[in-house]
T-cell receptor, first 110, second 119 residues
Framework: KNQVEQSPQSLIILEGKNCTLQ??????????LRWYKQDTGRGPVSLTI?????NTKSNGRYTATLDADTKQSSLHITASQLSDSASYIC?????????FGAGTRLTVKP | GAVVSQHPSRVICKSGTSVKIECRSL??????MFWYRQFPKQSLMLMAT?????????EQGVEKDKFLINHASLTLSTLTVTSAHPEDSSFYIC???????????????FGPGTRLTVT
């Protein structure tokens, strides 16, 4: 069983709408949690990175939250744009290794 | 932000030949580099971790004699797929971790990926 589970697997929304992606993990010990955006055929690009002491971090229209007690994180996208269409990957690090979620495929339609 | 480049971005080769993929950190020193492969609609799978000047550490199930990794300098790592077969066709992504001004030392930067097609 993957130690990082993301939901939903895929999501379609209309341009301008908001959406929230979920990430649950069992990785222990915990060092940090990152959200990446990966466009098709490209490498992942970091959106946010949070350590256990941080429970929210924003990057423009992207806001990530972290609850280290329940081992849950979310990525909220506000006022979606067509360019937000991509895969969003949650990555959780222990000490020295990174565990990748399978990603959520977001499609923003006009 | 930190930049990691990969070359080539796409390569097509014939079965049985070898292919080399380069990964460079352009504006920082990468003490550790990682190689991943990614199949369509799947997440990244770590193949190996390499520290500059040391032998790479391969993940279970990854053949080290088939996927040769060299990390000879703080800015360059290469992955050579030897005797390639069609099942080696995949998207290969490198990432680098190291010293970059103003950023956590554990931050990891990904390259743009290399699409390998073996015919």
């Amino acid at each position: 069983k993957n130690q990082v589970e993301q939901s939903p697997q895929s999501l379609i929304i209309l341009e301008g709408k908001n959406c929230t992606l979920q990430c649950n993990y069992t990785v222990s010990p915990f060092s940090n949690l990152r959200w990446y955006k990966q466009d098709t055929g490209r490498g992942p690009v970091s959106l946010t990175i949070m350590t256990f002491s941080e429970n929210t971090k924003s990057n423009g229209r992207y806001t990530a939250t972290l609850d280290a007690d329940t081992k849950q994180s979310s990525l909220h996208i506000t006022a979606s744009q067509l360019s937000d269409s991509a895969s969003y990957i949650c990555v959780v690090s222990g000490w020295g290794d990174m565990r990748f979620g399978a990603g959520t495929r977001l499609t923003v339609k006009p | 932000g930190a930049v990691v480049s990969q070359h080539p971005s796409r390569v097509i080769c014939k079965s049985g030949t070898s292919v080399k993929i380069e990964c460079r950190s352009l504006d920082f020193q990468a003490t550790t580099m990682f190689w991943y492969r990614q199949f369509p609609k799947q997440s990244l799978m770590l193949m190996a971790t390499s520290n500059e000047g040391s032998k790479a550490t391969y993940e279970q199930g990854v053949e080290k004699d088939k996927f040769l990794i060299n990390h000879a300098s703080l800015t360059l790592s290469t992955l050579t797929v030897t005797s390639a077969h069609p099942e080696d066709s995949s998207f290969y992504i490198c990432s680098a971790r190291g010293s970059y001004t103003g950023r956590p030392s554990f931050e990891q930067y990904f390259g743009p990926g290399t699409r390998l097609t073996v015919t």
